[in-house]
């Protein structure tokens, strides 16, 4: 039995399964809708996630995105470490293909790792680590002294604001440099996750207050500085949107302050 918190993995896997099935899929993971029907998961339990709703389409670019942060990455170091924090049922590795020289690992609860183990196709160069983040211990198993990029899909928002800047804390100072992306949740989305009925089957597990500011994470870590602040309402998808939905989300992106609050965001630091 999972918690609301890990139970979130089903969203994000149910995200890319759909939009795998589209006819033109913005990411195209068919190896997630695999895996969702190995594990018999309703998709149901999350009443606004289908084909045809913006919510697909926020997982699949946002991922997107986070891929492509970890690729140029990996391009540039290539005896990086990659660490996915709360990884769920995804297959990052298989979409960024990375080098045998890059060592990969994958972090969830020692629960989510057993799912892991059960439903995912092996691979060599990766390690599932099962541990929760808030403890300190984890990083003892991660190599350091190399170049590290991190990434975390649905994450922050799932733990508490304390441990959150221990995390980014610990994080920075384990590692020589590298990078770190995650999704924002402005204090607006975790009201909207909260109260929303498509995703009442998580809101308890919704702990971080989220912030509006992206600069604030340099004050909480301060190796932290923002590179880039990723605005998923200004993407190249938006356009093999349909037209409504492609109008909708051009207005809302004309404006940063509106993509915050109501658009999907990307955040990239460097430390």
Known sequence: MFTPAQESLFLTLGGRALDSRLPRPFLGDTMADEVLGKTGYDLGKFPGLSPKMSKVFDIAVRTKRL????????????????????????????????????????????????????????????????ADLTDPNWLHDVPTGRPTVIVGDGLVGFLPQEAFVALLNRLTGNFPSGELAFNHYTTYAVRAVKRMRSTAVIAGGVVNPGFNDPHEPEQWAARLRLVEEIFLTRAPEVAECSLLARLGIQSIGRSAALSRIIGTVVLRYSF
């Open 67 to 130: 891929d492509e942060v970890v690729r140029r990455f990996v391009a540039d170091h290539p005896d990086a470490v990659v660490l996915d924090l709360g990884a769920g049922l995804d297959t990052r590795i298989m979409r960024v293909d990375p080098p045998p020289t890059v060592g990969w690992y994958d972090i969830d609860f020692p629960e989510v790792v057993v799912v892991r183990q059960q439903v995912l196709p092996e691979q060599v160069s990766a390690h599932s680590l099962g």
